[in-house]
Nanobody
Framework: QVQLVESGGGLVQAGGSLRLSCAAS????????MGWYRQAPGKQRELVAS???????NYADSVKGRFTISRDSAKITVNLQMNSLKPEDTAVYYC???????????????WGQGTQVTVSS
């Protein structure tokens, strides 16, 4: 069983900052890519940022220059530093990871439970 535990959401004023963290635990052999998605009320879940095991990053156009994704050296924790937050960043943010539980096992996708980020104007 693999779990992703998120922390760091909350309420912040526009222009402020928040840092989200997500730690993977359980029976996982290796994690490839990790990332953050978000879902606002009435909207589809969308990719915010992702990072591969090699450190390559990808960002949604709407957050480029404001958000930074990073992983720890053990590559089982992913962080999202969010600066210059806007009301339109308000959403539930979900941690995502793709990994395998054993060598040559199929790649599985895992999700965290979500953490609320609310940006007031």
């Amino acid at each position: 069983q693999v779990q992703l535990v998120e922390s760091g959401g909350g309420l912040v004023q526009a222009g402020g900052s928040l840092r989200l963290s997500c730690a993977a635990s359980g029976s996982i052999f290796s994690i490839n890519a990790m990332g953050w998605y978000r879902q606002a009320p009435g909207k589809q879940r969308e990719l915010v940022a992702s990072i591969t095991s090699g450190g390559s990053t990808n960002y949604a156009d709407s957050v480029k220059g404001r958000f930074t994704i990073s992983r720890d050296s053990a590559k089982i924790t992913v962080n999202l530093q969010m600066n210059s937050l806007k009301p339109e960043d308000t959403a539930v943010y979900y941690c995502n990871a793709a990994g395998v539980v054993a060598p040559r096992a199929p790649l599985n996708e895992y999700w965290g439970q979500g953490t609320q980020v609310t940006v007031s104007s």
